[in-house]
């Protein structure tokens, strides 16, 4: 199990780093293996810090982060790459994780490289097909293709197959749908379902509320750094409790409703104040399901 403990994360902003930006607040959450997890928001709520922070791409400020009890906040090199074998990531954009002038498929050979050097090159080649296979790739229609002979879904699908060579415990996807066309986001989060029932814990980081109720067990809802709204997916989709959830919800396109159609008015919200100061503490207000400040 990946843990946050009252993680927070500050950054130096302004000439010489003068002042400082607090884009994470007390966040405590715990993805479980075979689970799907969903940390949705808007631009600037914290989501995206988490996920880095998960993947020690930014270091935590205050707090902790926990892989099956063992603290990985702060650790060498060494103990970091291990822990990639356990966590990795896939991002938004597809085609900036690959270099274009090598063929896409250079990024198995540098995960061999550097975690299973003794390794034969065919059986290699051998995995490299199970895995590409396991997320409903052909190896002959995209091995030895330079990235740009690709699309955006299969570089997104051999991102996801680079990490498994791994045997990885836990997959942070950081929006990683948001730049494909709608065929080929319901092919991506299949995917990503068919691997939780593998026993995968995935981090689900999207702006989408759509997508997370369609592909999570339980969400987290962030506003201002902090989490607003949390637990059991249905739960909190049909009965928001927090404000801002309702605004989120309400926002969200309807197949059969025009946008001239409404009438509702967003609810009033606090505005965002000093961030240095703890957020309110979630209240469980029905099993499985918690909001902040009530």
Known sequence: MLELRNVWKSYRV?????????????????????????????????????????????????????????????RGHAARKAYYRRVQGVFQDPFSSYNPIFKADRIFEAVRESYFPAVKRAEWSARVDDVLQGVRLDPGSVLGKYPHQLSGGQLQRMLIARALLLDIQVLVADEIISMLDASTRIDVLNLLGELKERGLGVLFITHDLSLANYISERVVIMRHGAVVEAGATGKVFTDPRHPYSRNLLASVPQLHRKWSDSDAEPEALEPDGDRDVPPPPLTEVDEHHWVAGV
Not at 15 to 40: F, H, M, N, Q, Y
């Open 14 to 74: 302004g000439t010489l780093g003068s002042k400082r930006l607090t884009a994470v607040r007390d966040v405590s959450i715990d993805i479980a293996p075979g689970e799907v997890l969903s940390v949705v928001g808007e631009s600037g709520s914290g989501k995206t810090t988490i996920g880095k922070m998960v993947l020690q791409l930014t270091s935590v400020t205050r707090g902790s982060i926990l892989l099956d009890g063992a603290d990985v906040t702060a």
